[in-house]
């Protein structure tokens, strides 16, 4: 009997999960939960026993604990199962699944699908019950909402396909599916399609993923459960097919999400370490320079403590700097405007004529290319200042002449920036290091030791490349190209 004029749904689970699904369903049908088919078992074969349309069980329904309550031979006599599990565990329960006639779908499932699914069944229930293995096979074959084919074992030819399969595979009607082989419609999984297959035969059942491409174009990831049933006294391969692209989209972003969170807490934990200790260092100069003038009556030593404060000032100034410029990078969205790069350049070398020897370096400044060059202003003056603020740093004072060329190439498509320099260049060891924060490879290094690493974030954050050539006593060479974001938009 049908409860305030509602079909009855029956949940036999203990996962929270599927109970508020069917909550979803509550308007349509009537809900019953029964987290480990206790009350069930009790109201078995009862004159008071609720009419059941459909009896709804997640994975945990195979465990030890409900099948105590309610055995398989006991649930042959109720209406179908529907087992909602994931393609992992539907290998595990698949042969139990058959043998108590449920209907597996793998998970996830929404609720309109779980709907459809119900009702399907539901609808077909008393007619399928009297009807032969056959014919009930093809009612809940070609009314399933999920992919489903009916496979020759031999040849891997499709037999039989519903409506659902078609749509999947860009078909009018099922039908034109009928004499296709799986080899045909998967030819990049061939191998891996006979081996599965042949492993169903052999063991009963199998699970495998493989990809495909709809169109040529469209690609999505399929997760295939192949079975071996008897129909009529001959075997076949049932393949129940599942599009899991969404589930596969979501574990991707997850797992990139995972990684970022990783890095970036890496990377929270060094900074706060490192710039502690940063900070703190000129500022215990500053204290001990002022002790030391405090005690100091000459004139002259003065000056000279006073300019000692004075650099670890500039000290603490360019780490504050830097910290700010890697704040702003990993909080702040891409702002775009037009790029001058004369200008820049002139802004920044202005900016780093206090480091010393600046004067006995020749800058040579060679800007090419009239296109409108559009991206991220700040940020690319923030990549010119700290590259040519190294090469400043570290030139080299034995050299005849040292020198820093600068040259850019503005395109359509890029923009391509190279800073390269005959200075003191880099060890070979200490190449691969060189962008990770707080990094020096020099104990006579007085930067922060964020520039590059900060150099690399931003040329990341504007879709670019960076790359460096460096020899040790040599000089070395920056190359960055940075997109052009004017075609884009």
């Known amino acids: 009997m049908s409860h305030f004029g509602k079909k009855h749904l029956y949940l036999i689970s203990s996962d929270d999960r599927l109970l508020e699904m069917l909550r979803t369903l509550e308007q349509e049908y009537f809900i019953s939960h029964d987290k480990h088919g206790k009350l069930l078992k009790k109201l078995h074969g009862r004159p008071d026993m609720p009419e059941i349309d459909l009896v709804i069980t997640g994975y945990d329904y195979f ?8 055995s398989v031979e006991e649930a042959l006599t109720l209406p179908y199962f529907l087992v909602l599990v994931t393609p992992e565990q539907a ?8 043998r108590v006639k449920c209907f597996p779908v793998f998970l996830p499932v929404d609720a309109p699908q779980l709907r459809a699914l119900a009702a399907s ?7 399928v019950s009297a009807l032969g293995e056959m014919e009930k096979y093809k009612i809940l074959f070609h009314k399933a909402p999920v992919v489903q084919l009916l496979v ?16 999947l595979y860009g078909k009018d009607e099922p039908p034109a599916l009928k004499g296709m082989s799986l080899v045909e419609l998967h030819p990049g999984e061939a191998a891996l399609m006979r081996e599965k297959c042949k492993e169903a035969i052999k063991c009963g059942e199998s699970l495998f993923h493989c990809q495909f491409f709809i169109d040529g174009d469209e690609m999505k990831d399929l997760a295939f459960f192949a079975s071996k049933i008897e129909l009529g006294k001959q075997n076949f391969l049932f393949l129940n097919i599942q599009d899991i692209s969404g589930t596969k989209k979501a574990e ?17 934990d060094n900074f706060v370490y490192s710039t502690s200790h940063e900070l703190r260092a000129p500022l215990m100069s500053v204290l001990g320079l002022i002790n030391l003038l405090e005690l100091e009556t000459n004139t002259v030593e003065h000056v000279m403590y006073v300019d000692l404060m004075k650099e670890s000032i500039q000290k603490l100034d360019q780490i504050i700097h830097d910290i700010i410029d890697y704040s702003r990078n990993a909080r702040f969205d891409v702002k775009l405007s037009p790029v001058d790069f004369n200008f820049l350049l002139e802004k920044t070398i202005n900016n780093l004529k206090y480091i010393p020897g600046f004067e006995m370096i020749d800058i040579r400044l060679n800007v090419q290319g009239d296109a409108l060059f559009l991206s991220d202003k700040r940020r690319v003056e923030i990549i010119l200042n700290n590259l040519l603020s190294n090469s400043l740093r570290f030139y080299n004072p034995d ?14 498509k890029q923009v391509l920036i190279r800073v390269k320099d005959n200075g003191i260049g880099i060890p070979a060891k200490h190449l691969p290091r060189i962008f990770e924060m707080f990094f020096r490879g020099y104990e006579q290094s007085t930067g922060s030791g964020i520039g590059l690493y900060i150099v690399r974030e931003i040329v990341e954050k504007l879709n670019g490349t960076i790359r460096v050539e ?7 060479a920056f190359t960055i190209t940075l997109p052009n974001q004017y075609q884009s938009l």
């Open 91 to 98: 290998a595990l329960c698949a042969s139990e699944a058959f």
């Open 63 to 70: 465990s030890k604990k409900v099948n105590e309550a309610f």
């Open 121 to 127: 069944l539901i609808q077909n229930r008393k007619k």
């Open 470 to 476: 460096s020899e040790e006593g040599k000089g070395s």
């Open 252 to 268: 991707k972003i997850l797992t990139q999400k995972n990684m970022e969170l990783r890095k970036t807490n890496a990377e929270l």
């Open 399 to 412: 050299a005849a002449q040292s020198f820093v060329d600068v040259m850019i190439q503005t395109t359509a």
């Open 152 to 167: 020759n074992p031999c040849d891997l030819i499709i037999i039989d396909a519903n409506k659902a399969a078609a749509e």
